[in-house]
T-cell receptor, first 113, second 114 residues
Framework: IAGITQAPTSQILAAGRRMTLRCTQD?????MYWYRQDLGLGLRLIHY???????GKGEVPDGYSVSRANTDDFPLTLASAVPSQTSVYFC????????????FGEGSRLTVL | GESVGLHLPTLSVQEGDNSIINCAYS??????FIWYKQESGKGPQFIID?????DKRQGQRVTVLLNKTVKHLSLQIAATQPGDSAVYFC?????????????FGTGTRLTIIP
């Protein structure tokens, strides 16, 4: 079934550790996004990529980095995790950056202790 | 109702009744609006969108109304079913030229009473 795959589904991490959340899509979508979801704050954009080879900063980019080496993969890296990065992370894609119809993965729940 | 920035936690509706979920937006430059549905433990799912040159758009059992004068957006769900229980998010975007990203509201939880 076509869609977005995120891994891991859930992770507990010690503060200061490095962590990469993986995201792969098989829909050949140009645009990809990373959001974090916190109770009472909705979804906030961390980083995005309009097309392979380009990335941009969203609303809350500090402490996170991304790369887009090819169309399908868009990993999110926390270089040195902090407790405030405890959240549910959603990867999404869309055929182009012009559309608001995003296709979301199932999420990765990250707990930083 | 929900606002992009203001949270109305829960709306309870009897099964079979119509549901209306409201959203107030503050950015008068926004010209594109979207509703998403998020079921427990899953990612958000696109429901319907509307551009600012329209005031109403209908989908399957859903209708979105846009009132630009008062900067208000609503999602109407006809004949609600148990499967409609979810958190509903409105989102806005300033333009559709590719570089402006969606801003999501904080969500409204819709609970269907059997």
């Amino acid at each position: 079934i076509a869609g977005i795959t995120q891994a891991p589904t859930s992770q507990i991490l010690a503060a200061g550790r490095r962590m990469t959340l993986r995201c792969t899509q098989d829909m050949r979508h140009n645009a990809m996004y990373w959001y974090r979801q916190d109770l009472g704050l909705g979804l906030r954009l961390i980083h995005y990529s309009n097309t392979a080879g380009t990335t941009g900063k969203g609303e809350v980019p500090d402490g996170y980095s991304v790369s887009r080496a090819n169309t399908d993969d868009f990993p999110l890296t926390l270089a040195s995790a902090v407790p405030s990065q405890t959240s549910v992370y959603f990867c999404a894609s869309s055929p182009s950056s012009a559309t608001g119809e995003l296709f979301f993965g199932e999420g990765s729940r990250l707990t930083v202790l | 109702g929900e606002s992009v920035g203001l949270h109305l936690p829960t709306l309870s509706v009897q099964e079979g009744d119509n549901s209306i979920i409201n959203c107030a937006y503050s950015n008068s430059a926004s010209d594109y609006f979207i509703w998403y549905k998020q079921e427990s433990g899953k990612g958000p799912q696109f429901i319907i969108d509307i551009r600012s040159n329209m005031d109403k758009r209908q989908g399957q059992r859903v209708t979105v109304l846009l009132n630009k004068t008062v900067k208000h957006l609503s999602l109407q769900i006809a004949a609600t079913q148990p499967g409609d229980s979810a958190v509903y998010f409105c989102a806005e975007r300033k333009s559709n030229f590719g570089n402006e990203k969606l801003t999501f509201g904080t969500g409204t939880r819709l609970t269907i009473i059997p």
